[in-house]
């Protein structure tokens, strides 16, 4: 069974550089999925931030795409998300996530447990 | 991109059905791009409950069902049970291959 593990500071000071790896086990991250990164600050709703290929094709949200890197290490099976210049806005609990894409569209199918990180000025 | 709009919330009693909507604009929904929507627990993360409209990820009950028409995606919670309460979010691909979820609506059993 496939399984997604979040991890990375859980404390940030404002102007930090946030980066998070998500560890893929029982699955190939060399496979036909996109794998990404969604946040959600403290009582409030899903953002998502981007997703990335193995091949390192990646797409971004647009309100973050100057902030965001996401990267592949196939041969460690996992992926990373670095965001620089954080604030108490990017204060929130991401998770990691597999999306499966058809012709018709994308979704997520699998979701780590999250990991909460914390900018504090 | 603009978060697909949700009620924030929605009620009903034990045996009921209650549906959410979910509004995109032509670049996301209305482009023909099938609608998923996901369960939230409390203090738990999301899981898939519906992709592609109607289709359910082996587990999830087929009390839960899913439609699209137009601009606006539904999912209808039919013979609602206590365990339902939760928040529910959907999501679309959109027309410059990115995702958007909308802002959710928290389902509370009366």
């Known amino acids: 069974q496939m399984q997604l593990q979040e991890s990375g500071p859980g404390l940030l000071r404002s102007s930090d550089t946030l980066s998070l790896t998500c560890a893929v086990s029982g699955y190939s991250i060399n496979s036909n999925y996109w794998w990404g990164w969604i946040r959600q600050p403290p009582g409030k709703g899903l953002e998502w931030m981007g997703y990335i290929f193995h091949t390192g094709s990646a797409f971004y949200n647009p309100s973050l795409q100057s902030r965001v890197t996401m990267s592949v290490r196939k041969s460690e099976n996992h992926f990373s998300l670095t965001v620089t210049s954080v604030t108490a806005m990017d204060t929130a609990m991401y998770y990691c996530?597999?999306?499966?894409?058809?012709?018709?569209?994308?979704?997520?199918?699998?979701w780590g447990q999250g990991t909460l990180v914390t900018v504090s000025s | 991109q603009s978060a697909l709009t949700q009620p924030p919330s929605v009620s009903g009693s034990p045996g009921q059905s209650v549906t959410i909507s979910c509004t995109g604009t032509?670049?996301?929904?209305?482009?023909?791009?099938?609608v998923s929507w996901y369960q939230q627990p409390p203090g738990t993360a999301p899981k898939l409950i519906i992709y592609e409209v109607n289709n359910r990820p082996s587990g999830v009950p087929d009390r839960f069902s899913g439609s699209n028409s137009g601009n606006t995606a539904s999912l209808t919670i039919s013979g609602l049970q206590p365990e339902d309460e939760a928040d529910y979010y959907c999501s679309s691909y959109t027309t410059t291959s990115t995702l958007v979820f909308g802002g959710g609506t928290k389902l509370t059993v009366l």
């Open positions: 032509s670049s996301d929904v209305g482009h023909f791009h099938p």
């Open positions: 996530a597999r999306s499966q894409c058809t012709s018709a569209g994308c979704y997520v199918d699998n």
